[in-house]
T-cell receptor, first 111, second 113 residues
Framework: ETGVTQSPTHLIKTRGQQVTLRCSSQSGHNTVSWYQQALGQGPQFIFQYYREEENGRGNFPPRFSGLQFPNYSSELNVNALELDDSALYLC??????????FGPGTRLTVL | GIQVEQSPPDLILQEGANSTLRCNFSDSVNNLQWFHQNPWGQLINLFYIPSGTKQNGRLSATTVATERYSLLYISSSQTTDSGVYFCAVGGGAGGTSYGKLTFGQGTILTVHP
């Protein structure tokens, strides 16, 4: 059974650019959630996708958007990057939003 | 939204000691998970425990949902137990429900040899 995978591992962007992060969910899981973890903090919920539709959103602006594909993999897109967007981005998959399993994360640095 | 408080924020132990980490939450939940975050940032699932007691080797956890707290016990600690322990709670369960996890601030555990 393959776990949750994320790509890329690390990414460096400059302010104002756009970035796309990718997540492959664990086999059999239909729900993907995205989290942002700033240094020294707990992860913060960005949004969740269930059956290809956004199904809940945290306190993040619209420049954070996402997609879920028919195979349940997902993308997180961030437009107009700001310095404060520098963080570890974590994706988690689950069955119907229950026990969540996390990927290794993508570390984004915005210069 | 749900508030999650973890205590203590920092814990320093000698190898072989036992410890208890606490998680208080402010509302009813359908999901409670304990995680260990390794130095590379990966969140490792320890327990999925919305209620009751579970044990896995040297680790065990108890959630008393009616009193809105959960405890994680680590016995005979080892240096490899070092890292950040997070409690996360959520209200989602089944169907199109909302699977948002709200995390506490974590407990930083350091185990010295």
């Amino acid at each position: 059974e393959t776990g949750v995978t994320q790509s890329p591992t690390h990414l460096i962007k400059t302010r104002g650019q756009q970035v796309t992060l990718r997540c492959s969910s664990q086999s059999g899981h239909n729900t993907v959630s995205w989290y942002q973890q700033a240094l020294g903090q707990g992860p913060q919920f960005i949004f969740q996708y269930y059956r290809e539709e956004e199904n809940g959103r945290g306190n993040f602006p619209p420049r954070f958007s996402g997609l879920q594909f028919p195979n349940y993999s997902s993308e997180l897109n961030v437009n107009a990057l700001e310095l404060d967007d520098s963080a570890l981005y974590l994706c988690a998959s689950s069955i119907d939003g229950n026990e969540q399993f996390f990927g290794p994360g993508t570390r984004l640095t915005v210069l | 939204g749900i508030q999650v408080e973890q205590s203590p924020p920092d814990l320093i132990l000698q190898e072989g000691a036992n410890s208890t980490l606490r998680c208080n939450f402010s509302d009813s939940v359908n999901n409670l998970q304990w995680f260990h975050q390794n130095p590379w940032g990966q969140l490792i699932n320890l327990f999925y425990i919305p209620s009751g007691t579970k044990q896995n080797g040297r680790l065990s956890a108890t959630t008393v949902a009616t009193e809105r707290y959960s405890l994680l016990y680590i016995s005979s600690s080892q240096t490899t137990d070092s890292g950040v322990y997070f409690c996360a709670v959520g209200g989602g369960a089944g169907g199109t429900s909302y699977g948002k996890l709200t995390f506490g601030q974590g407990t930083i555990l350091t185990v010295h040899p």
